[in-house]
């Protein structure tokens, strides 16, 4: 698989080792050239040096050879505009980093899914510790073929979990609407805007869901006609 870093800070440094090791290939875009430089001694990855956040870069990192773009500058306005951009290149996924979590709504009403706030996950996975609850790494769970998927729905209706176009073996587990804490999904549960849904299926069904419902389920009762997520796990 291909995967692009839009900056280089430890979180892009760090996973793109990781993914590199894994035989993944991985490419940097990084405006500093003695930032690369640096890195370049340390990491067997490919550079693009330039602005992340600029069309002309983003088509020079190829948004159609590329799996999974990342957009982990240490800027959460460069992350979202580098997102939005990338999206119309037709990158097929986006991971948006924001430290604001008073930004997390925005790019949910921007469609911008994969939203991510480490302070928030960390900050949560150490007070679970101090109370001593039994922390159970999502790995953990999903054994086998099972995968979680999600999405976000736009539009401005409403539409029943029991109309989505969902394929064999794959179940709604639960929603999560205006940051609040998540509501369980039964087929009767009345979807809304802005809502990002939790479904459990196979793996073999991910490519179905990424073309069924990749750039969200518009609700407003075209169920049947769909533009185009692989499986990522859900915000928090």
Known sequence: MRFVFVGSGSLAVLTGRLLAARRHEVVLIERDLETIANLREEMDVGFIHGDGTRPAILREADPEGTDLLFCLTRDDQANIIASLVARSLGYRRVVTKIEDPELEHICAELGLADALVPMHMVGRYLADMAEGQNIIELADILRGDARVFSF???????????????????????????????????????LAAGDQVVLLTRARHLGELRERLGDGFPVDGSASV????????PRP
């Open 226 to 233: 769909m533009p185009a997520l692989e499986a990522h796990p």
């Open 152 to 190: 976000v729905c736009q539009g401005s209706e409403e539409t029943r979990v029991a109309d989505l176009p969902l394929p064999a073996e794959t179940r709604a587990i639960c929603f999560y609407r205006n940051g609040a804490s998540f509501r369980f999904a039964d087929p009767d549960t009345r």
